[in-house]
Nanobody
Framework: QVQLVESGGGLVQAGGSLRLSCVASGRTINSYVMGWFRQAPGKERELVAGISSGGTTYYSDSVKGRFTISRNVAKNTVYLQMNSLKPEDTAVYYC?????????????????WGQGTQVTVSS
C-alpha cells in the first residue's frame, strides 16, 4: 500500500505562487505515474499535471506554462510548482498514484490518493 500526504496549499493573491508537495510512504513511487488532480465545487475532478517514471510530463491546457510537476526520487516525493495563479485555479488539489506506465487523465485509473490540500486564489 502507498500512503500519500499533500501539503503546501493555502491562500494566495492572483499572480502569486505556491508549491505543493506530495510525500509517499509504504512503497517507493519511483515506478508509478504520479498526477496532480484538482476539484472545484460543482466540478469534476480533473488532471492538471502528470509525470511518468521516465519523466514524461502532461499538463492540462488551463495550466500549461504556469505549473510544473517534478519528482524527487530520493525523497519519494512529487511536487507541483504553481506560478501566475488565477482565481479559477481555486480548488482542492489531490496527489494520486497509478502503477501503470502511461499518464492517464481518468481518475479511476489511479489507485492511491492523498487527502487533498485547499488552494484558494483571491482576485
Amino acid at each position: 500500500q502507498v500512503q500519500l500526504v499533500e501539503s503546501g496549499g493555502g491562500l494566495v493573491q492572483a499572480g502569486g505562487s505556491l508549491r505543493l508537495s506530495c510525500v509517499a510512504s509504504g512503497r517507493t513511487i519511483n515506478s508509478y505515474v504520479m498526477g496532480w488532480f484538482r476539484q472545484a465545487p460543482g466540478k469534476e475532478r480533473e488532471l492538471v499535471a502528470g509525470i511518468s517514471s521516465g519523466g514524461t510530463t502532461y499538463y492540462s491546457d488551463s495550466v500549461k506554462g504556469r505549473f510544473t510537476i517534478s519528482r524527487n526520487v530520493a525523497k519519494n516525493t512529487v511536487y507541483l510548482q504553481m506560478n501566475s495563479l488565477k482565481p479559477e485555479d481555486t480548488a482542492v488539489y489531490y496527489c494520486a498514484g497509478n502503477p501503470g506506465v502511461r499518464i492517464t487523465t481518468t481518475p479511476n485509473r489511479y489507485d492511491y490518493w492523498g487527502q487533498g490540500t485547499q488552494v484558494t486564489v483571491s482576485s
